[in-house]
């Protein structure tokens, strides 16, 4: 069984986040349970993979909080409600594109401050808001240092696509294995996944994908070595 085929029933939702790569192993170990010891290597490594996205994500939503000025109450809160989730929804709930991220936040500081919202409820609200139109996170490897542009952060499609009458296209994947990596990347884009967007099952394409967030390629393949490893381990 996959991880990402677990449901909430399988998973224990009552693991908090993790907030070091040093959490990850009991993390997984964790949330998993004994169903982990059942995994194969390939398996493992797209577990410690989706931990890791989490960790980052997670890291992400605090730093956003904090600039637009929530409390550390506040953020403590917001992250309490991402507990109970399984990865899919994590992944719904935290799929914002970098250029309306700050926006959106402090919109809801705006909302918590007047009693008409609460840290845990704006979470829901993303959760809900992103499953109904079928966003989530994707993932893009590139060689190339993508940077913010006019308010925006965008790959563009580069890669001419035949089923799309040769339009260039550019494309992400959903777990560690899909990862393209022909070109040596030398960074892993955090994408919005939109239910629009075309895919054969191993990878999805769009003539643009909004980034959320991007890290070093280094640090991804590292760390699924390492605690892919550490999990092997009886």
């Known amino acids: 069984m996959r991880f990402e085929s677990f449901s909430k029933e399988d998973l224990n939702t009552e693991v908090p986040i993790p907030h070091e790569v040093s959490d990850l192993v009991p993390y997984l170990k964790q949330r998993v349970g004994a169903k982990i010891e059942s995994l194969d290597h390939t398996e493992l ?9 989490n960790l980052k994500l997670v890291e992400q939503l605090e730093t956003d909080l904090e600039g637009v000025g929530f409390s550390d109450e506040e953020i403590e809160e917001a992250l309490k409600e991402l507990i ?30 007047s009693d008409e919202a609460t840290p845990n409820s704006m979470i829901r609200e993303l959760k809900e808001l992103s499953l109904t139109h079928g ?41 560690y294995q899909s990862l393209y990596r022909r070109k040596d990347p030398n960074y892993l884009y955090f994408v919005r996944s939109e239910k629009g967007h075309r895919g054969d099952g191993k990878w999805s394409r769009a003539p643009s994908l909004s ?18 490893n550490e999990l092997e381990k009886k």
């Open 84 to 113: 109970s989730m399984d990865d899919e929804e994590i992944s719904a709930a935290l799929s914002l594109p970098w250029e309306l991220r700050n926006k959106k936040f402090e919109e809801y500081l705006e909302k918590i401050d």
């Open 211 to 228: 980034v959320i967030q991007s890290v070093p390629m280094k640090d991804v393949t590292d760390t699924v070595s390492r605690i892919t």
């Open 135 to 175: 966003f989530s996170v994707g993932y893009h490897a590139s060689p190339f240092d993508i940077k913010p542009k006019d308010g925006r952060w965008v790959i563009l499609g580069t890669e001419k696509d035949h089923r799309d009458n040769d339009l260039p296209m550019a494309y992400h994947s959903k777990n």
């Open 45 to 53: 490594q797209n577990e410690a993979f989706q931990g890791f996205v």
